[in-house]
């Protein structure tokens, strides 16, 4: 039979039940007794061990080094049951004066750098605690602090150090707990010790009135912090952002170049890292000028330079680096202390309360300590001095005596000692009678009385308590002030950066294809290639190339309402023969969308308009002001023009640099309709517009819009393979949203439509491209100018050759091409 009882001990719980319960302790622990500092002496339980441990042990700053893993071993088995190598880590931060204010440990040997090199190993260096840390533990030794029991009950261990000065501030801390973390920078002794003295003798304080004296964090590394706005709401709330950048200047060089020197970087960034992500840029090349990055830190400080090219633009350069370097950081304040056993976001006044708060604690106790031991004193020299003036008797009565006991209690029964003072008398050595004279035990009483006096007074009046506070503040501050090394700056400084830093002016071949394949090349892969040698597809049109500039800014216009932005320089650069990238790879476009026109600016602040028109006949114009491209322009496309139908698409894309009253619309129909009017009867509107209305086309559509001068020769092909040269005022001028009257003769049988128009300029030639896939050229010139009632001539069979579907007009200088 098996024996049920055995398991009785076993209980069904909850995992949500065990988890909470069993996390909830260790996250108290972690906040409590680790990762957070107390808000009075600003030290993590690690760092109070140290400190305890290595002065219990006499390694003070007044005496020589010991090796540092014995001070490890001390505060492992006494104090801190963890890893040796946490302990140690700890102990070594505590000695870098790159990461405190003031360092509370002196090292002998490698203690790290500010490149992130690791120390020695702890065989290898030597440390003592440094003499301001010997302020932190000042009084200790005089039940100052609460002590209790270590981890194995063996030893005593303060929970908060005596902090003769405000730690927390000057040295900072850093932490990770369990739900809080903690970022509070170095301030400077001085200052904080002048508030703290301010905030004495005015409780009633306001933030800005500390502020007069704390301006900011004073990092130990130096650097400019901007943004007081930032500050002043962290010492408010415990939480804020401001800037902290390095401090550079710009030096000459013979033979007109530059270079950038960096003598204070940003605290806790890594120096050795900073220099090689400078070094990157240079060799990536993603900002122009830089020739050379140097690290020149030694003894003397630290000095990275950053050498310039020649006529490169330091100012721009130097900001470019602020933006996309740790030359500059964002430093946030996440002030959180314990704060009577808990965590709290505190500012500069709750801070400072605290500690002056402890401090009129420890003092008290300092006092109360002193003042009994005075009495204790005071009490055995009146013993003595009773002792002297009798003392033939007082002798007589002690060799008379059995033993020490008995001596002791005759004294008492006899002359009205008390018990201690009768143990001072029998335990006086003979040797002390020869020249102990009452007169210098009566002037010890005296110089007691007066003591007791003092430390009472103390005890009994408030403000004589915060007096000997106030004292030993400024003894503190007169004995380790230093100046000031970072520079607070009321304001952040706005960083821009101008193109030509980034990018190296030079002239390029840019192509733009029907399709949506884009690509710049050099002007020597272009030249080395082919006339037809563009890398295209043979179904493929080139909509836009020419040779701009990489500053240059690249405007790409599709069917259906999108413009796409690229810097020339974004370009994906290939070989001139090379398909070149396709815009779907970063922007998408749809199934049935295509490239209509492109255009490149060399300033987008430059005037002109844009005239845009739609297929099923809106119309309207924009200013290039009002395209300027985004955010976001690398992965998505802005909308021109807002199409009311998915059917409808842009026909029109036309860029007018400066104002022309002369200019007219032509608009032409499929079913052979023409329309003209004065462009100024077009209203300009944004770009989320969707237009007006250009022609009355009841069941038509426009195949063609065009910018005309009355004058102007026109070209006009149709969907069975006839050209027609016509003028543009063939067609009277009317006003907008009209019918308009017909171009084309009508026929019966095969009407002839409009399948292409286009503007004729002198001396131009057409390149005409059918459905299957043949290329016909025309001059146009070679053929009369008809009126509008007339159809044209035959210049391809349609049914053999295929219909016309595309036409480009080209100028002699673009034949070539």
Not at 68 to 83: D, E, I, L, R, T
Not at 268 to 282: C, F, G, Y
Not at 439 to 468: F, G, H, M, R, S
């Amino acid at each position: 039979m098996t024996d049920t009882k055995q398991h009785n001990n076993i209980q069904e719980l909850s995992l949500e039940a065990v988890m909470s319960e069993r996390f909830g302790r260790y996250s108290k622990y972690i906040i409590q007794e680790r990762a957070l500092p107390d808000i009075r002496d600003g030290l993590k339980p690690v760092q109070r061990r140290i400190l305890f441990a290595m002065n219990q042990d006499g390694n003070t700053f007044d005496k020589a080094f010991r090796k540092s893993a014995k001070s490890v071993g001390n505060v492992m088995g006494n104090f801190h049951p963890h890893g040796d190598s946490s302990i140690y880590e700890a102990m070594v931060r505590l000695s870098q004066d790159w990461k405190l204010r003031q360092p509370l440990i002196e090292m002998h040997g490698n203690n790290g750098s500010m490149d992130g090199d690791p120390p020695a190993a702890m065989r290898y260096t030597e440390a003592r605690i440094s003499e301001i840390a010997g302020d932190m533990l000042r009084d200790i030794d005089k039940n100052t602090v609460e002590m209790v029991l270590n981890f194995d009950d063996t030893e005593y261990e303060p929970t908060v150090l005596p902090a003769r000065f405000p730690n927390l501030l000057v040295n900072g801390a850093t932490g990770i707990s369990a739900g809080y973390a903690t970022t509070i920078p170095t301030h400077n002794l001085g200052e904080t010790i002048e508030a703290a003295v301010y905030l004495l003798d005015h409780p009633q304080a306001s933030l800005a009135d500390l502020m007069q004296f704390v301006k900011g964090p004073d990092f130990p590394t130096g650097g400019i912090l901007q943004g007081k706005d930032g500050i002043k709401k962290a010492y408010e709330t415990g939480r804020g952002k401001s800037i902290l950048r390095s401090r550079t200047s710009i030096e000459e060089l013979r033979g007109g170049k530059q270079q950038i020197v960096i003598t204070e970087i940003p605290y806790e960034v890594n120096k050795a890292l900073l220099v090689k992500r400078i070094d990157e840029l240079r060799l990536l090349k993603k900002v122009e000028g830089i020739a050379e990055v140097r690290d020149e830190t030694d003894r003397e400080g630290l000095r990275i330079v950053v050498e310039l090219k020649k006529n490169a633009n330091a100012t721009g350069i130097l900001n470019y680096l602020f933006k996309n370097t740790d030359l500059q950081v964002s430093y946030n304040f996440n002030m959180v202390a314990i704060n009577h056993k808990r965590p709290e976001h505190v500012g500069l006044k709750t801070i400072l309360a605290a500690y002056i708060e402890h401090q009129r604690d420890v003092t008290t106790k300092r006092t109360q300590f002193d003042l009994n031991k005075a009495q204790e004193r005071e009490h055995i020299v009146a013993g003595l001095i009773k002792a002297l003036s009798i003392l033939d008797e007082v002798i007589h009565t002690i060799r008379s005596s059995k033993n020490k006991r008995d001596a002791k209690q005759n004294l008492i029964t006899a002359y009205d000692f008390s018990e201690k003072q009768a143990e001072a008398i029998v335990s006086l050595q003979l040797y002390r009678l020869t020249n102990t004279d009452v007169t210098a035990l009566e002037t010890e009483a005296a110089e007691l009385a007066k003591k007791i006096q003092q430390l009472q007074k103390i005890l009994a009046d408030p403000k004589e308590l915060d007096k000997v506070i106030k004292k030993e503040l400024k003894a503190v501050n007169k004995k380790y002030a230093t100046p000031r090394l970072t520079e607070i700056q009321d304001k952040i400084s706005e960083i821009k950066i101008e193109t030509e830093v980034m990018v190296a002016a030079e002239d390029v071949k840019v192509l733009v294809s029907h399709d949506g394949y884009v690509k710049r090349s050099s002007l020597r892969s272009f030249k080395a290639s082919g006339p037809d040698e563009n890398g295209l597809k043979d179904e493929d049109q080139v909509i836009y190339t020419a040779t701009v500039n990489t500053l240059d800014h690249l405007f790409i216009f599709t069917n259906k309402g999108n413009m796409i932005y690229r810097p020339v320089h974004d370009v994906t650069e290939t070989r001139w023969k090379d398909t070149g990238e396709h815009l779907s790879q970063t922007v998408g476009l749809a199934n049935d969308e295509y490239v209509l026109q492109a255009y490149c600016f060399k300033d987008l602040k430059q005037g002109g308009k844009f005239v845009f028109a739609t297929k099923e006949g809106f119309i309207k114009q924009t200013e290039l002001a009002d395209l300027k491209p985004g955010r976001t322009y690398k992965s998505r496309a802005s909308v021109f023009m807002k199409l009311k139908t998915t059917s409808d698409e842009l026909i029109l894309i036309d860029y007018q640099a400066q104002e022309d009253t002369d200019l007219q619309v032509f608009c032409t129909s499929y079913s052979g309709y023409g329309l003209r009017y004065s462009l100024a009867d077009v209203p300009t509107s944004g770009a989320k517009a969707a237009g007006v209305k250009n022609m009355d086309l009841r069941d038509d559509y426009l195949t063609s819009v065009m910018l005309v001068h009355e004058t102007d020769d026109l070209a006009i092909i149709t969907q069975r393979g006839s050209f027609k040269r016509m003028k543009a005022n063939a067609v009277p001028e009317t006003t907008r949203a009209r019918r308009g009257v017909q171009i084309l003769r009508e026929l019966k049988k095969a009407p002839h439509r409009v399948q292409l128009a286009a503007l004729l300029p002198a001396n131009c030639e057409l390149y005409i491209t059918t459905s299957h896939n043949e290329r016909v050229v025309v001059d146009p010139f070679d053929h009369p100018v008809n009126d509008r009632y007339s159809n044209g001539s035959f210049i391809l069979d349609s049914e053999s050759q295929g219909e016309p579907i595309w036409l480009e007009v080209k100028l002699p200088e673009q034949k070539e091409e």
